[in-house]
């Protein structure tokens, strides 16, 4: 049974740290590119940052660049996402999902269908 299961988030104020955990299992990790979204209450799910398992290339929502690092533990199977000088609209639930890539060693794009996703991690940024 495959299984993201997110980890890590939490209430901090503006200009805060945090990272969060993605734990997966049921899949072989290095054949997967493993994303982090986010949707806040009444917005649309937007892409934030992936990367690839095979070659540990990412990839970053504009959004996000410089504040955000993405990397992956492929002997624990966790992807992990960096979090610094957040901001109040960073307030969303944060997601990962998986993304079979067969083999390529590309980074998809934000806006890809992932196959998997784990249930999400509340993000809460106080100004």
Known sequence: EVQ?????GGLVQAGGSLRLSCAASGFTFDEYA????RQAPGKEREGV???????GSTLY????KGRFTISSDNAKNTVYLQMNSLKPEDTAVYYCAALLMGG????????????YWGQGTQVTVSS
């Open 4 to 8: 993201l299961v997110e980890s890590g």
């Open 34 to 37: 493993i994303g982090w979204f």
């Open 49 to 55: 940052s992936c990367i690839s398992s095979s070659d």
């Open 61 to 64: 929502a504009d959004s996000v």
């Open 104 to 115: 390529l060693r590309v980074v998809p794009p934000l806006d890809t269908k992932y196959d």
